[in-house]
C-alpha cells in the first residue's frame, strides 16, 4: 500500500508569503495529523482531523495556520503570511484508529521562510 | 503537561559496537505509552519500539531494547551490534492512555551516526 505522502518535500518562501502543503494520507484512514519540528526542537502536535472535522487543533500556533481537509481525504496545511519562526519540518501522520499504535508518517516537509 | 527531554542532540558509534541513547520525561499520568522512532535522512519517521508503562518487563526488539525507570523517568534506548543503516534521527515519544484522540509529544531528537 502506498505511504503517507507530503508535498512539497522542499519549500522555500520569502517573509510574507504564503505556502501551502499538502498530505496525502493512506487510503482509508480516517484520522490525519499535522506535527511541526523547529529546528533543534521537539516535535509539537499541530492538530487531529477525523474525516473532514477538526478533533484537536490545540497545537495550531496562531491564526496565519489554516488546516483543511476536504471531503476526508488529503490535507492542506496553509501558512499565511508566512513568517521566519514558522520555518521547520512540518510531517503529516494518518491512522486507521485514532490510537498510537497504528500511526503512519510521512517523510516530511521542510519550509524555510527567509 | 507532559515533557519529552532527549539531552544528546548527536551521537558516534562505530558499526558493530552498542549505543545508548537517553530519554527522560516528566508526567502526572499513570498509564502511557512511550514509543522511540527512528528518522533516517530524508525518509518517513517509522517506529522502532514501543513500551507500556504498566509492563515492568523492557520491551526488545531485535537489536534493539529499551530501560524504562517508571519511577525514575527515563527511557533509554539501546541500540546493539550497530549497522550503517541505523544512521538517523532518533525520537523520543509519550503517549497517555486511553489513547484515543490523543496526540505524541516527541523529545527534540538524537542524530545518531554510525561509523565504518
Known amino acids: 500500500e502506498a505511504g503517507v505522502t507530503q508535498f512539497p518535500s522542499h519549500s522555500v518562501i520569502e517573509k510574507g508569503q504564503t505556502v501551502t502543503l499538502r498530505c496525502d494520507p493512506i487510503s482509508g484512514h480516517d484520522n490525519l495529523y499535522w506535527y511541526r519540528r523547529v529546528m533543534g526542537k521537539e516535535i509539537k502536535f499541530l492538530l487531529h482531523?477525523?474525516?473532514?472535522?477538526?478533533?484537536?487543533e490545540s497545537g495550531m500556533p496562531n491564526n496565519r495556520f489554516l488546516a483543511e481537509r476536504t471531503g476526508g481525504t488529503y490535507s492542506t496545511l496553509k501558512v499565511q503570511p508566512a513568517e521566519l519562526e514558522d520555518s521547520g519540518v512540518y510531517f503529516c501522520?494518518?491512522?486507521?484508529?485514532?490510537?498510537?499504535?497504528?500511526?503512519?508518517f510521512g517523510s516530511g516537509t521542510r519550509l524555510t521562510v527567509v | 503537561a507532559q515533557t519529552v527531554t532527549q539531552s544528546q542532540p548527536e551521537m558516534s558509534v562505530q558499526e558493530a559496537e552498542t549505543v545508548t541513547l537517553s530519554c527522560t520525561y516528566d508526567?502526572?499520568?499513570?498509564?502511557?505509552?512511550l514509543f522511540w522512532y527512528k528518522q533516517p535522512p530524508s525518509r518517513q519517521m517509522i517506529l522502532v519500539i514501543r513500551?507500556?508503562?504498566?509492563?515492568?518487563q523492557n520491551a526488545t526488539e531485535n537489536r534493539f531494547s529499551v530501560n524504562f525507570q517508571k519511577a525514575a523517568k527515563s527511557f533509554s534506548l539501546k541500540i546493539s551490534d550497530s549497522q550503517l543503516g541505523d544512521t538517523a534521527m532518533y525520537f523520543c515519544?509519550?503517549?497517555?492512555?486511553?489513547?484515543?484522540?490523543?496526540?505524541?509529544?516527541f523529545g527534540s531528537g538524537t542524530k545518531l551516526n554510525v561509523k565504518p
Open positions: 515519544a509519550f503517549m497517555k492512555l486511553p489513547y484515543n484522540f490523543n496526540k505524541f509529544y
Open positions: 482531523f477525523v474525516k473532514e472535522s477538526k478533533q484537536d
Open positions: 501522520a494518518s491512522s486507521w484508529r485514532a490510537t498510537g499504535l497504528g500511526y503512519t
Open positions: 513500551q507500556e508503562a504498566y509492563k515492568q
Open positions: 508526567t502526572s499520568e499513570n498509564n502511557y505509552y
